[in-house]
């Protein structure tokens, strides 16, 4: 595979971020803005953080349309950050030049002399197609007028020509505040617009909150002014299309929709689970329980691979110490016919994974973590003595780890082994501000599931949130384990009734959730 080059400095991408949900990001969005030097991003988009480059300056700058003094000084921030020679990404809520503040900065750096580029974005109107209320329809509503709401700094209405609106057989869309979406039905009904027409009210549209209520334009108002105290804004759809949603409702229909699920897996391994998660409607809070690090003696994997054909069997514990041996063993002139007649034990199906995207696959697949299981796998394939054994593991910091390991199991049925730590395991720190937002939800009773994909991942947990907290904490809400040997340790802390998937896999404990959480 081919690196993307990187994009010229010195200058400004302003990207439509879209209405929310992440996955809607364009792909020239996402290319620049994993190449951006500096990410200036409104507040509502703040979750596509997680796709810019580790490194970039993220700051972020407030609502998508700031008084006309704030709006001055982000445009000089961008423009100064531009001239420093850095690539600046822009980030805005929806389309940026569709009623956001979009093209006045772009015209800025248009009269500063600076280079820019806009991406568009799906706009936030667009975001109804997730709450099954199409913005028209084949055979009616020919007209669709979008109108000016929560993104000016003003609350009142937009100054149109209501009757002209009202008498239009077409489709009405606003993204407005309470008070505004109030006063936009009243000024349409006092225009003609029959009180009897269908709208709809989508709150958080595109993302897992998304909440939506369909009704008349007079029950919709009476709602709206029923509520009085409602400071939330929302995406104001009139017209017959509000109708159809019974029918095309499709997002919040997903089997996990609105579940808060806890993933624990390290940084560099969350995103399968979360993306599986989420494409079920899940809010997936990634909250690392430990972080890699590099092993203490970095060198040690690379001789272990420069004699890699003295060994017999090669054993990787996990899905990273699999990523880093093929990528040692691939640097180079060497290929995978180094391995020749070595064979390949893969603990995990993740780490399986690993070995098959190079077009190898293992001679054994341990479903789980155990030095028991993968010592009789090894065994299967002849006698155990003098078999000459090389473990590439991670180093959990386990002082247990010299007497009850794999690599001990082996030596003790006779193998010769060469145990290499391809990297390290450290616990998050318990005042981070994940750690810290996790205990708050798990305290409140916020979260619906919380999953564990290894003992590891068990244990950091307990360092994270606390021996005496973590067993209370965690019997209130649903503990997902990968399998047997993961359920055992959440056991061993005090959790009482684990759920275990039945495949030991992401995907086989996905399935447990959903069989588990769908009601």
Request: glycine letters at 8%; one cysteine or more.
């Amino acid at each position: 595979m081919t690196s993307t080059p990187r994009m010229s400095r010195g200058r400004v991408v302003f990207i439509g971020a879209g209405p929310g949900d992440p996955g809607l990001l364009t792909t020239r969005g996402l290319q620049v803005l994993a190449d951006a030097d500096v990410v200036v991003y409104d507040r509502y988009v703040a979750p596509l953080l997680r796709l810019a480059r580790h490194d970039a300056e993220r700051i972020e700058v407030g609502a998508p349309a700031e008084g006309a003094t704030a709006q001055d000084a982000i445009a000089m921030l961008v423009a100064d950050k531009a001239r420093d020679g850095l690539l600046v990404a822009r980030l805005k809520w929806g389309d940026p030049f569709l009623f956001g503040s979009g093209a006045k900065e772009a015209l800025f750096m248009h009269e500063q002399g600076l280079n820019f580029e806009v991406v568009p974005g799906v706009p936030v109107a667009f975001g109804s197609a997730y709450a099954g209320v199409p913005l028209s329809y084949p055979g009616g509503q020919d007209a669709l007028v979008l109108l000016r709401g929560h993104e000016a700094t003003r609350e009142d209405a937009p100054d149109v020509h209501w009757s002209a609106l009202a008498s239009l057989d077409g489709t009405i869309v606003a993204f407005a505040s309470a008070i505004q979406a109030a006063t936009i039905l009243r000024k349409l009904v006092a225009a003609g617009r029959p009180a009897t027409h269908s709208a709809a009210l989508i709150y958080d549209a595109t993302l897992v909150s998304q909440r939506a209520v369909t009704d008349t334009v007079a029950g919709l108002l009476s709602r709206l002014e029923a509520d009085g105290a409602d400071t939330s804004s929302a995406l104001l759809v009139i017209g017959d299309v509000a109708g159809l949603r019974d029918h095309l409702r499709w997002f919040d229909e997903r089997p996990l929709f609105g579940r808060r699920i806890v993933v624990t897996r390290s940084r560099e391994r969350a995103r399968d689970l979360s993306d599986l998660l989420e494409g079920l409607g899940a809010q997936a809070l990634e909250v690392p329980t430990f972080r890699l690090q590099p092993a203490d003696d970095p060198e040690a994997l690379e001789r272990a691979v420069a004699s890699v054909q003295q060994f017999q069997w090669v054993v990787c514990e996990s899905a990273n110490s699999a990523h880093r041996f093929l990528k040692v063993l691939l640097t180079g002139q060497r290929d995978l016919r180094a391995l020749g007649g070595v064979r390949v034990a893969a603990v995990g199906p993740s780490t399986a994974d690993q070995f098959r995207a190079v077009g190898l696959v293992p001679d054994a697949v341990i479903p789980e973590v155990g030095a028991e299981a993968t010592c009789e796998a090894l065994a299967s394939g002849g006698p155990m003595a003098d078999l000459r054994v090389l473990v590439i593991r991670p180093d959990h910091e386990r002082p247990e780890r010299e007497h009850d390991g794999l690599a001990a199991e082996l030596r003790r049925r006779g193998a010769h082994v060469q145990d290499v730590v391809a990297y390290r395991t450290e616990p998050e720190a318990p005042e981070s501000a994940a750690a810290q937002e996790l205990y708050r939800q798990l305290l409140e009773g916020r979260v619906d599931a919380v999953t564990f994909l290894s003992p590891t991942a068990v244990q950091h947990f307990v360092a994270l949130i606390g021996p005496e907290q973590a067993a209370d904490l965690l019997n209130t809400t649903v503990v997902a384990t990968i399998g047997p040997v993961t359920a055992a340790a959440a056991q061993a802390l005090g959790v009482t009734a684990p759920v275990v998937a039945t495949t030991f896999t992401v995907e086989g404990l996905v399935e447990v959730l959903v069989k588990t959480l769908h009601t």
